[in-house]
């Protein structure tokens, strides 16, 4: 019997990086495909989800990787769906989910890159043809937009190396899908996908700090007491303070595009 070769797929990494990796002793190859079989799961569990005809229940079950938050946004945005009348669930449902959520780090995100979820929330109303609520359909499905979007999500979480699916990388699934509602309304305000993408990480450090500065001064603090105007205002803080110093060379690169 003929033995097939194997497919080899080139890795390529930054010259810094490859260097600490060889001097490490990392195997290459075993965490790459580790990581691949990982995202391959969560890509072929979204592609049955968008294209099934299972209940709403069942498809959120489906996304068993996503984070309670990131299910609950899933949701709201069948509901949002269902109470437009839209025949299926669109990128700017998702992105409605997500702001309908109200508690999750891509709310952060968007603040720290200066864009503001309620007006985002108005240019999705203005953008989205009104119609009739229907009744709760159990196949509703995911748009071929929006299942791009899904997939686009769980490759930013796989290239972050996190091993979970928040609402952090849907933003940044909405962002870089390039077709979708959500995507351009995103992009207009200024959520350039580079950018988000080092504001996610900022965002991920940030509140990992704030949470051991918080439990460190939970002692010492009096009830009640909200320093620096609290966790959220610290948070967003920091993000804004991360990010400056990439607005200013995008601003540069911008003026010098202009003038020339």
Wanted: overall charge negative.
């Amino acid at each position: 019997m003929e033995v097939q070769p194997v497919p080899k797929i080139n890795v390529y990494l930054p010259d810094e990086l490859a260097e600490a990796v060889k001097e490490a002793g990392v195997p290459v190859s075993a965490v790459c495909q580790r990581a691949l079989e990982q995202a391959v799961r969560r890509v072929t569990a979204i592609r049955e989800t968008a294209s099934s005809a299972s209940d709403l229940q069942e498809a959120v079950a489906n996304l068993s990787h996503f984070t309670q938050r990131a299910r609950t946004a899933v949701t709201l945005a069948h509901e949002q769906a269902r109470a437009s009348g839209a025949a299926e669930i669109g990128t700017e449902h998702l992105l409605g989910g997500l702001l309908a959520e109200g508690g999750n780090l891509a709310l952060q995100v968007l603040r720290a890159l200066e864009i503001d979820p309620d007006r985002v929330w108005t240019e999705i109303v203005r953008r989205s043809p009104a119609g009739a609520p229907v009744e709760d359909d159990p196949a509703l499905r995911f748009g071929s937009l929006a299942a791009a979007a899904l997939e686009l999500t769980v490759t930013e979480a796989t290239s972050l190396g996190h091993n979970y699916v928040g609402c952090e990388h849907l933003l940044l699934g909405l962002i870089a899908e390039p077709d979708g509602t959500a995507g351009r309304i995103l992009r207009s305000m200024g959520a350039e996908p580079r950018l988000a993408r080092r504001a996610v990480s900022a965002a991920l450090a940030g509140y990992v700090h704030l949470r051991a500065q918080t439990a460190a001064q939970a002692p010492a603090a009096s009830p009640g007491a909200s320093p620096g105007g609290g966790p959220q205002e610290a948070l967003a803080a920091a993000l804004r303070q991360e990010l400056a110093p990439i607005v200013r060379r995008l601003e540069r690169l911008e003026e010098r595009l202009t003038d020339g």
